[in-house]
Structures are given as C-alpha cells and as structure tokens.
C-alpha cells in the first residue's frame, strides 16, 4: 500500500503550475507539502464536491492542468460527476482518489461496499481518457511524468491504508484561502 503523505508528495513535485483541489483528508496533509498554497483550493465540509469543482476549473482555465486529490468516500457522494466528467471530457484534468475503504476524516467507519467496489473500473465505464491504479510508491513514481503528459480526463487509484485517526497537522478551512485563490486565478487569467 502507499502512504497518502507521501503520494502527495510526489504529486506536489511534479504539479508544476497545476491548480490543486483537495478534499478531506487531503486538507490536513496537502497544506503541509504544497509550495504553491495559492494555487490549492481546500474543499473543507463539501464531501463528494471535489471533482465537480475540478471539472468546473478545468474548464474555466484549459490552460493550466487541474488536479482533485479525492478519496473514496468522499466521491462515493457525488459518484454522477464520473460520467459527466467523462462526457465533457477536460483534457485538462486528472483525479486521484485515495482508496482507504474508509471515511477517515469522521472516525475511520467503513465505506459501502468497501474492498468489493472498483472505483478504478467505474472510471473506465464512465469514459475516462486514461484510468490508472497503483499499490505501490515505486509505481506511481515510475509513471507520474508521463501521467502528467497524457490528455484527460485521467483517473488514477491510489490504495492507500485504512486509517481511524485523523492527521496530526490543522485542517485548512475553504473559507480561509478562497479570496487569495481567486486573487491568483484572476490575475493569472489576465495576463
């Protein structure tokens, strides 16, 4: 299994100038690895509504690479915005999803379904451009520059371990950087 940390890590090294959205989780661990907070948007309270943000960011700024650090149960929520993710098919956009079979970030209780449900190849069925799963750091290291080259929508399973506490790092609030990730958007868009 890989660490979430250290996924995350790897995925901040090669984002370049990529717009980041996380959910969950990922809102205690993301803030501490990202050297670009105000290109991230933290979605804290929005389960389920990370990638229907990614797809609307995708398509507001096609120049620039969207990446969702999702989780398995937060998407569970909003399991729709595969298809339509897929039927309007952002070449821009790529969508991790951490598969801990668990909701971490409320205590750890297991998800529907979990070791049954194939997020992997309920991507393929919806029509993703590129679908990847990986169980191991080397993997996803070995493939990551060329995941970043290839025309999305792309989805890529991590499987990551199940998990009953929290992180040890705050929770970045939405509320708390949404006015400087608008800033940064809408200088960028201008020039």
């Excluded at 998407?75 to 309007?88: K, Y």
């Excluded at 705050?170 to 868009?189: A, E, H, S, Y």
Aim: glycine share 6%.
């Amino acid at each position: 299994m890989i660490d979430s940390y250290e996924a995350q890590q790897l995925i901040s090294k090669h984002r370049a100038d990529s717009l980041v959205i996380g959910t969950m989780t990922t809102n205690f661990e993301w803030p501490q690895i990202s050297d670009k907070p105000e290109l991230d948007l933290p979605l804290s309270g929005s389960m389920g509504k990370a990638s229907s943000l990614g797809l609307g960011l995708a398509l507001a700024v096609p120049d620039r690479k969207v990446i969702v650090l999702d989780a398995d149960g937060s998407l569970l929520m909003n399991l729709g915005s595969l298809v339509t993710i897929a039927n309007i098919s952002p070449h821009n956009l790529i969508h991790y999803v951490f598969i801990n079979e668990v909701y971490r970030t409320t205590g750890g209780q297991p998800i529907p379904l979990a070791r049954k449900l194939d997020f992997a190849g309920l991507a393929r069925a919806a029509g993703y451009n590129h679908v990847h799963e990986f169980s191991f750091i080397d993997e996803l290291e070995n493939s990551i520059e060329n995941i970043m080259e290839q025309t999305g929508p792309i989805f890529i399973c991590l499987e990551v371990p199940p998990a009953t506490k929290r992180p040890p790092y705050p929770l970045t609030l939405t509320r708390n950087v949404i006015n400087q990730f608008k800033d940064t958007l809408q200088q960028q868009m201008r020039s």
